[in-house]
């Protein structure tokens, strides 16, 4: 078994080089299958990853295995692709889990948490560790199996009105933020609110948020976000990466062949690193962009980023009483994560201050 699974493996890399198919794939069904996206097209970044994994799906297969890809709200509503695979409605779907913390906050581990994992290590986690074989537990609730499909590593803590000198400038303050970080910003006095990204700039604009955090440099400025609020805060303590998901319906999954599996499961692997390469890749010159047409560039207060920690472990300690899913992750995760920040602080961590206090 182990023998087949690498040499599956090692012969994806070689498909995806030379974009061509073996015969065995070729003797393959045609299959054509819908994609939809809780992201808008306009962000080649993250739509742009579940346009990789179409891609090298289509090549590894020589054209018989054909992906649409659909932006949010062109099959289903942005925050409705979970519903949609689960019924079958569509095959697929590309999205940020913990979107969905409503129907279960177990969603979240997914993608992440506030004060959770860098890319690294939940990349670590969802590959090595038990991450991947947890949540595909949790999912088969849900029919989907899921696939770890780009990251965009650490994030920023976005965009304010006015500057938050203290935790007490957070008291009542109206802000988009995804995921559950806004339960956490609510035990602050904070009022959270979900919105996609295709509104985000229209809220801010006409001051029905003061406040709004999206990824980072890069998307941040395609969305005009320095235009209508100028103080651009870090770190996103509730996102120290975020993880997308390629969600399957498992009626489809299960209708593939065991090549079609591997050329899927490996066609994701491909764009999750696409994906962060990306991030990595154009987010530095978009922050010396932004800071140049005016944003104002500020760490968030400690008192603030204390308060958060604090407030997040309440969060944590209420969901292990009430959460059965909940609980049989967080123990496995918080564990891999207390490891993975010590190795962190002492390789690249200590590293990459040093480099940062350097003349480059």
Not at 102 to 122: L, N, Q, V, Y
């Amino acid at each position: 078994m182990e023998r087949r699974k690498f040499l599956q493996g090692a012969g994806m890399a070689g498909i995806l080089a030379a974009g061509t198919a073996p015969a065995i794939v070729h003797a393959q069904q045609q299959i054509r299958w819908r994609l939809a996206s809780s992201f808008p097209k306009s962000l080649e970044t993250v739509f742009g990853a579940s346009e990789a994994f179409s891609k090298y799906v289509s090549e590894a297969t020589g054209g018989k295995f054909v992906i649409s890809v659909h932006p949010a709200g062109e099959l289903v509503p942005a925050f409705g692709v979970v519903d949609a695979v689960q019924q079958g409605t569509i095959e697929c779907a590309h999205t940020a889990p913990y979107y969905f913390f409503g129907k279960d906050e177990t969603f979240a581990f997914d993608c992440t948490i506030p004060f959770g994992m860098t890319s690294r290590a939940m990349s670590a986690w969802m590959f090595e560790g038990n991450g991947l074989k947890l949540m595909r537990e949790f999912y088969a609730q849900f029919n989907i199996v899921n696939f770890p499909c780009g990251n965009t590593g650490a994030q920023m803590g976005g965009w304010f009105r006015k500057e938050i000198k203290s935790v007490k400038d957070i008291e009542g303050l109206k802000m988009r933020i995804g995921g559950f970080g806004g339960r956490v910003l609510a035990k602050l006095g904070a009022v959270p609110q979900n919105i996609p990204a295709g509104e985000i700039y229209q809220s801010l604009e006409k001051g029905t948020i003061d406040a709004a955090e999206w990824i980072g440099p890069y998307d941040d400025l395609k969305l005009g976000l320095h235009k209508v609020a100028q103080h651009y805060y870090f770190p996103a303590w509730w996102e120290g990466s975020t993880q997308f998901s390629v969600y399957i319906n498992d009626k489809q999954w299960n209708g593939l062949s065991a090549e079609y599996k591997a050329i899927v499961e490996q066609a994701s692997r491909a764009a999750h690193v696409t994906c962060q390469a990306r991030y990595d890749g154009r987010n530095p010159g978009s922050l010396k962009q932004l800071i140049a047409e005016g944003a104002k560039l500020s760490r968030f207060p400690k008192d603030f980023m204390d308060a958060a920690f604090k407030a997040s472990r309440e969060v944590y300690a209420e969901l292990n009483e009430k959460n059965a899913n909940w609980k049989k992750v967080y123990p496995d995760y918080s564990r891999f994560l207390a490891d993975q920040v010590q190795w962190e602080s002492v390789a690249e961590g200590n590293y990459a201050q040093y480099l940062a206090s350097q003349k480059l």
